[in-house]
């Protein structure tokens, strides 16, 4: 049997917030969002992240750093907000952190098996810790130590072709004392 759930009683208040457009920040398709700092980082079509206030005002694209320089990126298949309030972004083959400036403070190359690659699924990345990456890609999820330089730990999880409804769009992670649960998040969730 079903039951009436009152959005009310999960939720004190809804804000709209138009972003801000201009020339300097269209939005062609969200990839993914973040609401993190009073900031709203938007990956704009894997090309760029768009970063506005918690208003909506436009403050600064990561375009700049779009090309095939040692600093750069070629796209964007996954982002993250670290601790630092960096800007990390994964490629596929890479992990690029930027500062508020986009200066790169750290690059990481985990080996991830070839086998496991998704042609049809963008990988998914989250940090945690100082020193720890989650990387989701299609059905295996990679804990890669950046002290290390290595995969620590590859884990397959089968989906039932009938349940398996989407891509994921984002990890959810929850620390909890030394406990940590994360899960995939699909874009039908």
Do not use: W
């Not at 403070?105 to 098996?113: D, F, G, L």
Request: proline share 4%.
């Amino acid at each position: 049997s079903y039951q009436t759930l009152e959005l009310s009683s999960l939720v004190k208040a809804i804000k709209l917030i138009p972003l801000e457009t201009s020339d300097s920040c269209l939005i062609q398709k969200i990839n993914q969002l973040i609401i993190q700092n009073n900031k709203i980082y938007v990956n704009n079509n894997t090309k760029e992240v768009l970063v506005f206030n918690n208003e909506g005002d436009f403050i600064m694209s990561t375009a700049k750093r779009l090309g095939e320089g040692p600093e750069d990126y070629f796209r964007i298949a996954s982002m993250d907000i670290t601790e630092e309030g960096f800007i990390s972004l994964y490629d596929g083959f890479q992990i690029k952190e930027y500062d508020a400036r986009l200066n790169l403070i750290n690059k990481y190359s985990p080996q991830i098996p070839d086998y496991i690659r998704s042609a049809q699924e963008l990988p998914r990345h989250i940090k945690f810790g100082k020193e720890t990456y989650l990387i989701r890609e299609h059905e295996h999820t990679c804990v890669y130590s950046t002290k290390c330089d290595s995969i620590l730990k590859l884990e397959h999880e089968y989906f039932h072709p009938y349940s398996h409804t989407g891509n994921v769009n984002s990890l959810r992670i929850l620390e909890n004392g030394e406990n940590i649960y994360f899960s995939p998040s699909y874009i039908c969730d």
